[in-house]
């Protein structure tokens, strides 16, 4: 089988649809942009690596764009789109994959068959791009004048990934350099090479205006419109000890709370209710109160596998809700910590996050002061 490694280019400046950052870096559906088709290539069976070409003022914004991706380290582009290009197969000199797959980051919803079909078409052929034959008439245009209607019989919409032996287009990539060509096809065009068209698909689109940015996040929304509810409870009870954890923070207190771990009541409920979002069972059967090895964990590990849990079923959470149920310690003073703190943990807005706190009026075991409880809900949002 043939090797292959993808190259995504994200190294330009289109600060076209007007805020602070690159197209590749804006906000879709709580993740970048970027990291959609990243994903997308990285899960691939016929690809082997996936590196990402990037701007070298960019470095944080794609460290936070592809948190807890296994990647290729990226590698700097060059003034043009095709200088980055260059850069980034050059990089692969030593690697020398048998192909090489380049897609825009800014194409976030490249999707497996797209990917299968470029592939596929390499087998015979040194390259192959995704593009979508043009069904509207075309009009070439002076201003707002029509000057000729172009016949469209042929004429196709180039997209990406467009896939290529690698030791050829490499060449063509450095016998093109200085020439300013539109996209990589061109390139290897250029160097005589037979490049194949295959079925792209509509939804493959680049954003690059603020409408494609709404066009986006309504697909989005319509992927991942299957939504999911969990509720979770727990109850630990008060024993010796200075302080508790609650939410994630050490709060000190003139009691403990007894628990094989370190007895995090909220995190608890609120792993559970992730859980119960997916159907993945509970908190006492990913993490045996049997097994020694988490005598005293840290509950934030509990809950940040079940967030993995929702990733890995290609979804996100959209929101959480947990109350507390106690008189003593006092929430309120902590409240706003426990929320920034739950959010962290779980890489989500804060404003998808909800901490509250009630007291039973002196009443049952919690108005006894014996023990706290909680209980939480979490929405997540999967792919159909
Ligand atoms: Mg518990």
Redesign the pocket.
């Known amino acids: 089988m043939s090797s292959c490694i993808a190259l995504v280019v994200a190294a330009g400046r289109g600060f076209r649809l007007g805020g602070p950052l690159p197209k590749q870096y804006l906000p879709l559906g709580g993740s970048a942009v970027l990291r959609y088709s990243v994903e997308t290539l990285r899960a691939h069976p016929a690809v082997d690596g996936v590196r990402v070409v990037i701007h070298p003022d960019d470095r944080a914004l794609y460290d936070a764009a592809v948190a807890g991706l296994d990647l290729l380290p990226p590698v700097h582009g060059g003034a043009q789109r095709q200088d980055s290009v260059r850069n980034g197969l050059n990089s692969l000199a030593e690697a020398a994959p048998d192909l090489v797959l380049i897609h825009d980051g800014a194409r976030p919803f490249v999707d497996a068959g797209t990917i299968g079909r470029v592939l596929a078409a390499l087998r015979d052929r040194p390259g192959a791009i995704a593009a979508l034959p043009i069904r509207d008439t075309v009009k070439r245009g002076d201003g707002e004048r029509i000057r000729e209607t172009i016949e469209r019989s042929g004429l196709w919409r180039a997209q990406t990934p467009q896939g290529f032996r690698y030791p050829k287009i490499v060449a063509a990539h450095r016998a093109a350099s200085g020439a300013e060509l539109s996209d990589d096809a061109a390139v290897a065009e250029r160097a005589g090479l037979a490049i194949a068209l295959v079925d792209g698909s509509e939804e493959n689109f680049k954003v690059t205006t603020t409408d494609d940015l709404a066009r986006a996040e309504r697909l989005l929304a319509m992927q991942r419109g299957d939504i999911r509810t969990g509720q979770g409870f ?1 109850v ?1 009870a008060f024993g010796p000890g200075d302080h508790v954890w609650l939410c994630g923070l050490k709060i000190p207190h003139g009691q403990g709370l007894v ?1 094989h ?1 370190d ?1 995090d ?1 909220g995190l ?1 409920a609120l792993t559970d209710a992730v859980l119960g979002a997916l159907g993945a069972g509970d ?1 006492g059967m990913h993490f045996p109160p049997s097994d020694p090895a988490w005598r005293g964990a840290p509950s934030h590990r509990f809950l940040r596998h079940a967030a993995d849990l929702v990733t890995a079923a290609g979804g996100s959470i959209a929101h959480c809700d947990v109350t507390l149920i106690c008189e003593r310690p006092k929430i309120g003073p902590h409240r706003e910590a426990m929320v920034a703190r739950i959010a962290e943990i779980l890489a989500l807005d804060q404003r998808r996050v909800s901490v509250k706190a009630t007291t039973t009026e002196q009443l049952g075991f919690t108005g006894r002061g014996e023990g706290i409880a909680a209980q939480a809900i979490a929405t997540i949002r999967l792919p159909f």
Request: charged share 10%.
């Open positions: 727990d630990h628990g771990s007895a009541v608890h908190i």
